[in-house]
């Protein structure tokens, strides 16, 4: 009987399915679909007129009709699609030469999306609020859709004012401001924590006051002095109001306006205001006294103390735990166990424990310092004092001292938590992973396999038994000998073991007798067996394995010995008794098969009813196969690929070329030689095409390709098989063979989002991987087809000029004659479906496809194993629930990954970070309550994806990191739903190796970062979770980007203090006339930095590897650990984890203040081509033809600022500044860091022949036709991404700028005082003042504006010799007879002057004049003037020996300078400056005069302090060319040397002095060409012979 209800829930389902089919993007507002179905579901109507208000449309492809859309998707889903197109786009046009789509976003939106632009959530949340809904969906009459009878709104859905009830002035909510206040929204309880603490520590390290009767400023007790920490919840309260009214919109201030949150409001400003009146009340009562307090207060001091403190504490708790407004809370959260709470609690407590202690200590020897020095302690100081003195020159130094010095130790406080949640997280990762594996460190995993395998994972084997090994009796499944045979065939067949090692540690399953079977070739056919599925890229044939179901005869492997730890430490290899036949990534995945099976899983689904999966990949532009063209592209100064690739898995290349002669299309291949192989395996030129085909099928499987994703993810299908041979129950009817099928529980989908404009190559490739991969392989794209005449009834966008469609092909699809196969599935969309930043929509079109209950993101950078796929049905185990709808199905489960691309430095480095990342912190923030998804390898519950939008989104520029706001949304849905961490399940994954391409993808992640701060699910998750939760959260993903801001700003902040101090101190000739400490300024300040500097500093280090070390020595031991760790630190990783954050830092402030987040492209290829400086020299030497290098990349995110700490540090030397060595290694190596580290990891930078390029490049970059290309690169990179004037003036470097400037300028003035105070009768301050504090722009303005002035004077002398020339060729005279040049000339003179009239409005600086100084000219001559503006002034001071004085005024000087040239670029960022004309030429040219001198000078003092570097690299190839330095630090082994053309010639025809021409010869005679056709020597040759 169906159960009472059943009819109507699959109903409900079926309906959503369906509207959820064809939504398109819409899915992305999954509130929008369920309202569609609500009324669909409620509808009477029967017809498509009564529906629509339209006959139904029959037109389909292929028919003789012209195609038209759905009536549902024309009239209900493309109307609200047009709505969102129109929000953010103006049209998508069509490429005529590529015939790709190009959209085009709107004016202004080109960066980012306004804040008061509607997106994806706005909309969605409009169908979450009930009474908002009412009164928003209005019809085309007027009428109120809410009005009509339920069972009618349906049939009204299509007479909807979509345009206006989606208006998004109406529906936003959530402001994404790109603004400071932003920030300070969701992360204020982070703040005020460390505001609280901060101030605890130093009213805790301040000793007792003596204020000589008179009442201090901070009180005169410490009870006094912690009462005030009670002022920062009126403070705290203050920012977070303003913070709140900058990020909502104004619409959602006056909806929520209601008389409780009026209620509420002013209960929340009681609460902060009150700590205002009992602190008054409490310096009342201490500054009256117990005697007279009586007649001023009827309370005793101890009474206004206690409740101050209450009211005090009571608003900062209900600041830090109470979560915030009723509207951050649409869900319910999934409650937190207790346990858990307490853990998460004791953590924190804990950890800021231990962080305030280390404080203590550094803040002792700040006030130390500040005691030294007799600066003034401003909490200390008599208010009778401050009155008297504040207005003094030498008072407001002091303070400005004080104020430095504590600036810098609470910017150093709050740098440093995220470095000790790090460490925090390495002690409770090992602790808890230590938890779940029993006897960890004693036992021998290896050995277990088979009991723990049989017992796990083949729970439900039809038959056990035992097998007598070593004196001791094994128990374990039958089965297990024939799995473990085929596991170790798949590591044969991936050319991990050769065929010895395969023998010596298999069962020896057979099924005729004989010993291992011998691998076939082939292609691989789609069979249920797992016998012929192993590795897809090489095949297997079907009969050379046996199925699990034959007889064996077995003998036990040697690596399952159980062998004491001694034998094993001695022995150094657990899978053979020679180590050298061990390869190391065998070694690790058996280990680690053996530590997963050593861990808790649940209980696995039991074939046949493991529920369905698909894997998805998304695929852009990445490479489908390697070819070898890619492989083998060697010039003459390269290494070619396939070499870097052979080198590096040396091993497994001899493995394959043994393998290769079983193959008979290996051996018997056309042109191959008679022994299938040359005798050298570096020979490339001599293989055969097919073998060829071989050697690429071979490299892909080791560099970052589809193709290796693919047929790793494939296994999944054998794998499945597998288990069922296994378990099925041979007396059930569902072993029978046609019962079922891996097929109907495994798709593996590729969403190519450009395959419909793939090239002919791509293509076939794309081809060859569908026929050789089992038909679960589907490949879903996007096509297009132009619109027709039915479009305008069908509502397709009027400014889109196609239909879309969602396709689907697999292996049996007809091949058309294009080479594309004809789509089996055809879905068409609401309009062009790429709106966001495109992986997000790829994944989101390709949804509709995937079959199963779950799904796994999987990049198209990943691989697969086979032994851990056989845990497949373990891991999908975490999901069985007794009953439906239970809390255990509604979770993602995170999984960890290997990292595979440890090629080179660089790549060992971001190999190391990813897999600390992806192993023991993500299972510290799993049990933190932070971790949340990130795209892979993730597997989630479709079902649950699909009801919140999708397993991403696709906001444009808002979503740049998509795949995290899934598990956001997943974890403010609540009602059950868990993200958790499991670790016995492992994915490979590829990294990007080369330095840029490393430093590309964190500027995306952190640009991503930034954006993903100003979300509404970022401000909700800070405000309603709890304490906690809330900082792992924050320090788990954005406090993470923006710890790094910090620790790049660190050094620059610690220098400065350092500078200013020293500067402030007196004068060391003239100590004895001013007001100075019993120490002197760089002994105190040396104190404070070996504080900081010292062994604090070295355990942030030391923290910083912790996790990496930590996992190592659990996955590989503590030698293996050690070394790796040492390795890094030898070849560099401080200088580019340094230089690492400095990127971060930038991209994320950038992003914070700028935004134009973008996807970035980073390529994963190896690290073996070089960068250039500046860019690639075009052939004839007069410009650069490609712009770009690694000065022209890192200018602005490293350079400028290294040149400035570099001068900081030479004047803090300059005055005196003295510290410990540790403290100088961290400054230097700051520095040292900035400048080089992109030019230690470049790949042949000193090369002498290279280094002359750059040389000519750089010469031509800068000084060549006008700097042309200069002003190019600096309006387009760093002047007009940034905002203009009005925004230049609030921005916080503005603020920054005038705080700086406040602060010397204080010092500057005192300094002035002292000086004209001692040489009164021959100085006169005002005019030394007037001069030292003026800015120093006056010459070279009026420079500026003579040039401008010469410049339009020539520029109407040519207008008027061209107009006397035009008029004269008018009358017909032949007086004037004009050049040919001049002609030419006039005419290019005119179209250029027709095309600037013709340039649009938009703010375009365009280079200089023709008839103008030349700019390096003007730059010169501008340095020059304004340096002497700047020295002249103070020649006074100088002359006196005032050192001290001469530092202050020069940097007060160029930090004025510096604030007018930042105005003076917003001023040239203005829209109107286009309409100024001439008038701005002269600012112009004073700004690009001065920034141009900039990047001459740094780039020159890099260019030549690395010349240097090229000299020792000459002196190393001269002296020991088997060993580069340089080469070794890159790679870490000893460099491949390119092979030129002699070189090969060599190697075809072996060694002697006519090699050469015996080579030219055998060409000559055979035609065969060889490595390179080397024309030289053919011709050398055919001399010869005449």
């Given at each position: 009987?169906?159960?009472?209800?059943?009819?109507?829930?699959?109903?409900?389902?079926?309906?959503?399915?369906?509207?959820?089919?064809?939504?398109?993007?819409?899915?992305?507002?999954?509130?929008?679909?369920?309202?569609?179905?609500?009324?669909?579901?409620?509808?009477?109507?029967?017809?498509?007129?009564?529906l629509y208000g339209a006959a139904a449309q029959v037109g389909r492809s292929g028919s003789a009709a012209p195609f038209s859309s759905s009536l549902f998707l024309?009239?209900?889903?493309?109307?609200?699609?047009?709505?969102?197109?129109?929000?953010?786009?103006?049209?998508?046009?069509?490429?005529?030469?590529?015939?790709?789509?190009?959209?085009?976003?709107?004016?202004?939106?080109?960066?980012?999306?306004?804040?008061?632009?509607?997106?994806?959530?706005?909309?969605?949340?409009?169908?979450?609020?009930?009474?908002?809904?009412?009164?928003?969906?209005?019809?085309?009459?007027?009428?109120?859709?809410?009005?009509?009878?339920?069972?009618?709104?349906?049939?009204?859905?299509?007479?909807?004012?979509?345009?206006?009830?989606?208006?998004?002035?109406?529906?936003?909510?959530?402001?994404?401001?790109?603004?400071?206040?932003?920030?300070?929204?969701?992360?204020?309880?982070?703040?005020?924590?460390?505001?609280?603490?901060?101030?605890?520590?130093?009213?805790?390290?301040?000793?007792?006051?003596?204020?000589?009767?008179?009442?201090?400023?901070?009180?005169?007790?410490?009870?006094?002095?912690?009462?005030?920490?009670?002022?920062?919840?009126?403070?705290?309260?203050?920012?977070?109001?303003?913070?709140?009214?900058?990020?909502?919109?104004?619409?959602?201030?006056?909806?929520?306006?209601?008389?409780?949150?009026?209620?509420?409001?002013?209960?929340?400003?009681?609460?902060?205001?009150?700590?205002?009146?009992?602190?008054?009340?409490?310096?009342?009562?201490?500054?009256?006294?117990?005697?007279?307090?009586?007649?001023?207060?009827?309370?005793?001091?101890?009474?206004?103390?206690?409740?101050?403190?209450?009211?005090?504490?009571?608003?900062?708790?209900?600041?830090?735990?109470?979560?915030?407004?009723?509207?951050?809370?649409?869900?319910?959260?999934?409650?937190?166990?207790?346990?858990?709470?307490?853990?998460?609690?004791?953590?924190?407590?804990?950890?800021?424990?231990?962080?305030?202690?280390?404080?203590?200590?550094?803040?002792?020897?700040?006030?130390?310092?500040?005691?030294?020095?007799?600066?003034?302690?401003?909490?200390?100081?008599?208010?009778?004092?401050?009155?008297?003195?504040?207005?003094?020159?030498?008072?407001?130094?002091?303070?400005?001292?004080?104020?430095?010095?504590?600036?810098?130790?609470?910017?150093?406080?709050?740098?440093?938590?995220?470095?000790?949640?790090?460490?925090?997280?390495?002690?409770?990762?090992?602790?808890?992973?230590?938890?779940?594996?029993?006897?960890?460190?004693?036992?021998?995993?290896?050995?277990?396999?088979?009991?723990?395998?049989?017992?796990?994972?083949?729970?439900?084997?039809?038959?056990?038994?035992?097998?007598?090994?070593?004196?001791?009796?094994?128990?374990?499944?039958?089965?297990?000998?024939?799995?473990?045979?085929?596991?170790?065939?798949?590591?044969?067949?991936?050319?991990?073991?050769?065929?010895?090692?395969?023998?010596?540690?298999?069962?020896?399953?057979?099924?005729?007798?004989?010993?291992?079977?011998?691998?076939?070739?082939?292609?691989?056919?789609?069979?249920?067996?797992?016998?012929?599925?192993?590795?897809?890229?090489?095949?297997?044939?079907?009969?050379?394995?046996?199925?699990?179901?034959?007889?064996?005869?077995?003998?036990?492997?040697?690596?399952?010995?159980?062998?004491?730890?001694?034998?094993?430490?001695?022995?150094?290899?657990?899978?053979?008794?020679?180590?050298?036949?061990?390869?190391?990534?065998?070694?690790?995945?058996?280990?680690?098969?053996?530590?997963?099976?050593?861990?808790?899983?649940?209980?696995?689904?039991?074939?046949?009813?493991?529920?369905?999966?698909?894997?998805?990949?998304?695929?852009?532009?990445?490479?489908?196969?390697?070819?070898?063209?890619?492989?083998?592209?060697?010039?003459?100064?390269?290494?070619?690929?396939?070499?870097?690739?052979?080198?590096?898995?040396?091993?497994?290349?001899?493995?394959?070329?043994?393998?290769?002669?079983?193959?008979?299309?290996?051996?018997?291949?056309?042109?191959?030689?008679?022994?299938?192989?040359?005798?050298?395996?570096?020979?490339?030129?001599?293989?055969?095409?097919?073998?060829?085909?071989?050697?690429?099928?071979?490299?892909?499987?080791?560099?970052?390709?589809?193709?290796?994703?693919?047929?790793?993810?494939?296994?999944?299908?054998?794998?499945?098989?597998?288990?069922?041979?296994?378990?099925?129950?041979?007396?059930?009817?569902?072993?029978?063979?046609?019962?079922?099928?891996?097929?109907?529980?495994?798709?593996?989908?590729?969403?190519?989002?450009?395959?419909?404009?793939?090239?002919?190559?791509?293509?076939?490739?794309?081809?060859?991987?569908?026929?050789?991969?089992?038909?679960?392989?589907?490949?879903?794209?996007?096509?297009?087809?132009?619109?027709?005449?039915?479009?305008?009834?069908?509502?397709?966008?009027?400014?889109?000029?196609?239909?879309?469609?969602?396709?689907?092909?697999?292996?049996?699809?007809?091949?058309?004659?294009?080479?594309?196969?004809?789509?089996?599935?055809?879905?068409?969309?609401?309009?062009?479906?790429?709106?966001?930043?495109?992986?997000?929509?790829?994944?989101?079109?390709?949804?509709?496809?995937?079959?199963?209950?779950?799904?796994?993101?999987?990049?198209?950078?990943?691989?697969?194993?086979?032994?851990?796929?056989?845990?497949?049905?373990?891991?999908?185990?975490?999901?069985?629930?007794?009953?439906?709808?239970?809390?255990?199905?509604?979770?993602?489960?995170?999984?960890?990954?290997?990292?595979?691309?440890?090629?080179?430095?660089?790549?060992?480095?971001?190999?190391?970070?990813?897999?600390?990342?992806?192993?023991?912190?993500?299972?510290?923030?799993?049990?933190?309550?932070?971790?949340?998804?990130?795209?892979?390898?993730?597997?989630?519950?479709?079902?649950?994806?699909?009801?919140?939008?999708?397993?991403?989104?696709?906001?444009?520029?808002?979503?740049?990191?998509?795949?995290?706001?899934?598990?956001?949304?997943?974890?403010?849905?609540?009602?059950?739903?868990?993200?958790?961490?499991?670790?016995?399940?492992?994915?490979?994954?590829?990294?990007?190796?080369?330095?840029?391409?490393?430093?590309?993808?964190?500027?995306?992640?952190?640009?991503?970062?930034?954006?993903?701060?100003?979300?509404?699910?970022?401000?909700?998750?800070?405000?309603?979770?709890?304490?906690?939760?809330?900082?792992?959260?924050?320090?788990?993903?954005?406090?993470?980007?923006?710890?790094?801001?910090?620790?790049?700003?660190?050094?620059?902040?610690?220098?400065?203090?350092?500078?200013?101090?020293?500067?402030?101190?007196?004068?060391?000739?003239?100590?004895?006339?001013?007001?100075?400490?019993?120490?002197?300024?760089?002994?105190?300040?040396?104190?404070?930095?070996?504080?900081?500097?010292?062994?604090?500093?070295?355990?942030?280090?030391?923290?910083?590897?912790?996790?990496?070390?930590?996992?190592?020595?659990?996955?590989?031991?503590?030698?293996?650990?050690?070394?790796?760790?040492?390795?890094?630190?030898?070849?560099?990783?401080?200088?580019?984890?340094?230089?690492?954050?400095?990127?971060?830092?930038?991209?994320?402030?950038?992003?914070?203040?700028?935004?134009?987040?973008?996807?970035?492209?980073?390529?994963?290829?190896?690290?073996?081509?070089?960068?250039?400086?500046?860019?690639?020299?075009?052939?004839?030497?007069?410009?650069?033809?490609?712009?770009?290098?690694?000065?022209?990349?890192?200018?602005?995110?490293?350079?400028?600022?290294?040149?400035?700490?570099?001068?900081?540090?030479?004047?803090?030397?300059?005055?005196?500044?003295?510290?410990?060595?540790?403290?100088?290694?961290?400054?230097?190596?700051?520095?040292?860091?900035?400048?080089?580290?992109?030019?230690?990891?470049?790949?042949?930078?000193?090369?002498k022949r290279h280094f002359k390029e750059d040389l000519r490049s750089w010469w031509a970059f800068f000084f060549k036709n006008g700097s042309s290309q200069w002003?190019?690169?600096?309006?387009?990179?760093?002047?007009?991404?940034?905002?203009?004037?009005?925004?230049?003036?609030?921005?916080?470097?503005?603020?920054?700028?005038?705080?700086?400037?406040?602060?010397?300028?204080?010092?500057?003035?005192?300094?002035?005082?002292?000086?004209?105070?001692?040489?009164?009768?021959?100085?006169?301050?005002?005019?030394?003042?007037?001069?030292?504090?003026?800015?120093?722009?006056?010459?070279?303005?009026?420079?500026?504006?003579?040039?401008?002035?010469?410049?339009?004077?020539?520029?109407?002398?040519?207008?008027?010799?061209?107009?006397?020339?035009?008029?004269?060729?008018?009358?017909?005279?032949?007086?004037?007879?004009?050049?040919?040049?001049?002609?030419?000339?006039?005419?290019?003179?005119?179209?250029?002057?027709?095309?600037?009239?013709?340039?649009?409005?938009?703010?375009?600086?365009?280079?200089?004049?023709?008839?103008?100084?030349?700019?390096?000219?003007?730059?010169?001559?501008?340095?020059?003037?304004?340096?002497?503006?700047?020295?002249?002034?103070?020649?006074?001071?100088?002359?006196?020996?005032?050192?001290?004085?001469?530092?202050?005024?020069?940097?007060?000087?160029?930090?004025?300078?510096?604030?007018?040239?930042?105005?003076?670029?917003?001023?040239?960022?203005?829209?109107?400056?286009?309409?100024?004309?001439?008038?701005?030429?002269p600012l112009q040219l004073f700004v690009h005069s001065v920034q141009l001198a900039r990047d001459i000078f740094v780039s020159a003092f890099i260019f030549w302090?690395?010349?240097?570097?090229?000299?020792?690299?000459?002196?190393?190839?001269?002296?020991?060319?088997?060993?580069?330095?340089?080469?070794?630090?890159?790679?870490?082994?000893?460099?491949?040397?390119?092979?030129?053309?002699?070189?090969?010639?060599?190697?075809?025809?072996?060694?002697?002095?006519?090699?050469?021409?015996?080579?030219?010869?055998?060409?000559?005679?055979?035609?065969?060409?060889?490595?390179?056709?080397?024309?030289?020597?053919?011709?050398?040759?055919?001399?010869?012979?005449?």
């Amino acid at each position: 009987a169906v159960p009472a209800g059943a009819a109507t829930q699959l109903a409900e389902v079926a309906v959503f399915l369906l509207i959820w089919g064809e939504a398109g993007n819409l899915r992305f507002m999954p509130e929008v679909l369920y309202l569609l179905t609500e009324l669909a579901l409620a509808s009477e109507g029967a017809s498509p007129a009564d529906l629509y208000g339209a006959a139904a449309q029959v037109g389909r492809s292929g028919s003789a009709a012209p195609f038209s859309s759905s009536l549902f998707l024309a009239k209900i889903i493309r109307p609200m699609y047009n709505v969102v197109f129109d929000a953010w786009y103006d049209c998508v046009d069509v490429d005529t030469g590529s015939g790709r789509d190009i959209k085009r976003l709107r004016k202004g939106y080109e960066t980012y999306l306004p804040p008061d632009a509607a997106n994806y959530d706005d909309w969605n949340e409009l169908f979450c609020d009930p009474d908002r809904l009412v009164q928003g969906l209005v019809t085309d009459d007027g009428r109120y859709l809410f009005d009509l009878p339920h069972e009618r709104r349906f049939e009204s859905l299509h007479r909807l004012d979509w345009a206006g009830s989606l208006d998004p002035y109406e529906v936003k909510t959530h402001r994404e401001v790109h603004s400071m206040w932003a920030v300070f929204a969701p992360t204020h309880r982070i703040w005020l924590l460390h505001a609280i603490l901060f101030c605890v520590g130093l009213c805790l390290i301040t000793p007792a006051p003596n204020g000589g009767g008179s009442e201090l400023l901070q009180g005169n007790s410490l009870a006094v002095r912690l009462a005030a920490i009670g002022l920062l919840v009126p403070v705290h309260g203050l920012l977070r109001s303003i913070a709140q009214w900058h990020i909502t919109s104004r619409k959602a201030l006056w909806w929520r306006c209601s008389l409780g949150a009026v209620a509420r409001g002013l209960c929340w400003t009681a609460i902060s205001a009150a700590p205002i009146a009992t602190y008054a009340a409490v310096r009342l009562a201490d500054y009256h006294g117990a005697a007279d307090l009586s007649a001023v207060l009827p309370v005793t001091f101890t009474q206004a103390l206690v409740v101050h403190y209450v009211v005090s504490s009571v608003g900062l708790l209900a600041q830090l735990l109470i979560p915030g407004a009723k509207a951050d809370k649409l869900w319910d959260l999934t409650p937190v166990p207790v346990h858990k709470k307490v853990l998460r609690y004791l953590f924190w407590a804990v950890l800021l424990a231990v962080k305030m202690t280390v404080s203590l200590v550094i803040f002792r020897a700040v006030w130390e310092e500040m005691v030294a020095l007799d600066t003034v302690k401003l909490g200390q100081e008599p208010l009778s004092e401050i009155t008297r003195f504040w207005y003094s020159s030498s008072w407001a130094v002091n303070v400005v001292v004080w104020l430095v010095l504590w600036f810098m130790s609470a910017f150093l406080f709050v740098a440093d938590t995220g470095v000790w949640y790090q460490a925090g997280c390495t002690f409770l990762g090992v602790a808890s992973i230590l938890a779940r594996r029993q006897n960890f460190a004693v036992e021998r995993a290896i050995s277990k396999i088979p009991e723990r395998f049989s017992r796990r994972v083949f729970t439900y084997s039809s038959s056990g038994g035992t097998m007598q090994h070593d004196e001791r009796a094994e128990n374990f499944s039958t089965f297990f000998p024939k799995m473990w045979d085929r596991i170790m065939e798949s590591m044969h067949r991936e050319d991990k073991c050769g065929w010895d090692l395969l023998r010596e540690q298999s069962f020896g399953v057979h099924s005729s007798g004989t010993a291992v079977p011998s691998t076939g070739t082939g292609t691989p056919s789609d069979t249920r067996s797992i016998g012929s599925d192993f590795m897809m890229h090489q095949g297997a044939e079907e009969g050379d394995m046996a199925t699990l179901s034959e007889e064996f005869v077995a003998k036990m492997p040697g690596m399952f010995n159980r062998n004491s730890l001694l034998r094993l430490a001695t022995q150094g290899s657990f899978v053979t008794k020679q180590p050298s036949k061990a390869n190391a990534e065998m070694q690790w995945r058996l280990n680690s098969f053996a530590r997963c099976l050593g861990m808790n899983m649940p209980r696995p689904f039991r074939a046949p009813y493991i529920p369905g999966i698909t894997v998805l990949i998304p695929h852009f532009q990445e490479d489908i196969l390697a070819s070898k063209a890619e492989l083998y592209n060697g010039s003459e100064n390269t290494v070619p690929l396939i070499d870097w690739i052979k080198a590096r898995y040396s091993d497994e290349f001899d493995a394959f070329r043994a393998r290769m002669q079983r193959h008979p299309a290996w051996v018997g291949s056309p042109g191959a030689a008679s022994s299938g192989t040359p005798a050298d395996g570096c020979e490339w030129a001599s293989y055969t095409d097919q073998q060829w085909e071989m050697i690429s099928l071979w490299a892909s499987m080791r560099t970052q390709t589809l193709w290796r994703t693919v047929s790793g993810m494939c296994m999944y299908q054998s794998v499945l098989q597998s288990h069922y041979e296994a378990q099925a129950d041979e007396r059930s009817a569902l072993s029978a063979p046609d019962v079922w099928d891996p097929l109907d529980c495994f798709t593996c989908l590729v969403s190519m989002q450009l395959y419909n404009g793939f090239s002919t190559k791509q293509l076939d490739q794309t081809n060859r991987m569908l026929d050789a991969f089992p038909s679960s392989l589907k490949v879903a794209y996007i096509d297009s087809a132009e619109k027709n005449i039915t479009a305008e009834v069908d509502g397709v966008h009027s400014r889109q000029r196609r239909r879309y469609f969602s396709c689907l092909i697999d292996r049996d699809c007809q091949v058309l004659e294009d080479n594309r196969r004809a789509p089996r599935l055809r879905v068409e969309l609401p309009g062009f479906p790429i709106l966001g930043d495109g992986k997000s929509d790829n994944q989101n079109h390709a949804i509709p496809f995937m079959r199963g209950s779950f799904c796994q993101c999987i990049d198209s950078n990943q691989g697969a194993y086979l032994e851990q796929m056989l845990l497949l049905p373990c891991v999908l185990g975490e999901f069985r629930t007794r009953h439906r709808g239970e809390s255990q199905s509604k979770r993602i489960i995170g999984l960890p990954e290997h990292i595979t691309s440890d090629l080179g430095t660089v790549g060992d480095f971001a190999a190391g970070s990813e897999l600390a990342f992806g192993t023991v912190l993500q299972r510290s923030h799993a049990l933190l309550g932070a971790r949340m998804h990130y795209g892979h390898p993730d597997i989630m519950n479709k079902q649950y994806m699909i009801q919140q939008g999708g397993v991403s989104k696709a906001t444009k520029t808002l979503n740049l990191s998509e795949d995290i706001f899934a598990g956001m949304d997943f974890k403010l849905r609540g009602n059950g739903r868990e993200i958790r961490h499991c670790e016995y399940f492992y994915l490979s994954k590829g990294r990007d190796l080369g330095f840029n391409a490393v430093m590309g993808f964190f500027s995306k992640l952190s640009s991503g970062t930034g954006e993903q701060i100003l979300t509404r699910q970022m401000y909700r998750l800070g405000q309603i979770l709890s304490l906690p939760e809330s900082l792992s959260f924050y320090y788990a993903h954005a406090g993470y980007y923006i710890t790094q801001c910090f620790i790049a700003l660190s050094m620059p902040v610690v220098v400065t203090s350092w500078l200013m101090v020293l500067s402030a101190d007196c004068e060391d000739s003239f100590r004895s006339f001013m007001n100075c400490g019993h120490a002197s300024s760089g002994e105190a300040m040396a104190a404070m930095l070996s504080a900081w500097c010292s062994w604090v500093m070295v355990f942030f280090l030391i923290a910083q590897t912790m996790p990496l070390f930590v996992q190592v020595w659990m996955e590989m031991g503590l030698r293996s650990a050690i070394w790796r760790v040492a390795k890094q630190w030898l070849t560099g990783s401080w200088s580019f984890f340094i230089f690492q954050a400095k990127v971060v830092g930038f991209y994320t402030l950038n992003e914070l203040r700028y935004g134009g987040a973008a996807y970035v492209s980073t390529g994963r290829g190896l690290p073996t081509q070089r960068s250039p400086f500046v860019g690639q020299l075009s052939a004839d030497g007069s410009r650069v033809e490609r712009v770009g290098g690694l000065y022209l990349d890192y200018a602005m995110l490293a350079y400028y600022d290294a040149m400035q700490l570099l001068f900081c540090a030479v004047f803090a030397a300059y005055l005196g500044g003295i510290a410990g060595p540790v403290a100088w290694f961290f400054v230097i190596a700051t520095i040292f860091s900035w400048f080089y580290a992109p030019f230690m990891f470049n790949p042949y930078q000193f090369s002498k022949r290279h280094f002359k390029e750059d040389l000519r490049s750089w010469w031509a970059f800068f000084f060549k036709n006008g700097s042309s290309q200069w002003v190019d690169w600096y309006t387009r990179v760093q002047l007009m991404p940034r905002r203009g004037l009005c925004h230049a003036v609030w921005d916080i470097t503005a603020f920054l700028s005038y705080f700086c400037l406040a602060v010397w300028f204080a010092i500057v003035d005192l300094k002035l005082h002292y000086f004209q105070n001692i040489f009164a009768p021959e100085v006169s301050r005002a005019p030394l003042a007037a001069l030292a504090l003026c800015p120093p722009i006056a010459l070279p303005l009026v420079y500026c504006a003579a040039a401008a002035l010469v410049e339009r004077a020539a520029a109407c002398c040519r207008c008027c010799r061209r107009a006397k020339k035009q008029s004269a060729r008018q009358l017909g005279g032949d007086v004037c007879q004009l050049d040919a040049a001049t002609s030419e000339g006039s005419a290019r003179n005119a179209e250029n002057e027709a095309a600037e009239d013709d340039a649009s409005v938009e703010p375009k600086i365009s280079g200089p004049p023709a008839c103008s100084v030349p700019l390096p000219l003007s730059a010169a001559l501008v340095v020059a003037l304004v340096s002497a503006e700047m020295a002249l002034p103070l020649y006074q001071l100088a002359a006196q020996g005032w050192q001290r004085a001469v530092v202050a005024g020069l940097i007060l000087k160029f930090l004025i300078f510096r604030l007018v040239l930042f105005l003076a670029e917003g001023a040239l960022r203005c829209r109107h400056v286009n309409t100024m004309g001439p008038f701005l030429r002269p600012l112009q040219l004073f700004v690009h005069s001065v920034q141009l001198a900039r990047d001459i000078f740094v780039s020159a003092f890099i260019f030549w302090t690395l010349a240097l570097g090229v000299v020792v690299h000459s002196l190393n190839e001269v002296l020991c060319p088997g060993c580069i330095l340089h080469q070794l630090l890159i790679y870490r082994a000893r460099p491949l040397r390119p092979t030129t053309d002699k070189e090969q010639i060599k190697l075809w025809m072996g060694t002697g002095p006519d090699d050469d021409l015996r080579w030219a010869a055998r060409q000559a005679r055979t035609g065969q060409p060889g490595p390179r056709n080397n024309m030289t020597v053919v011709a050398r040759w055919n001399l010869r012979t005449k």
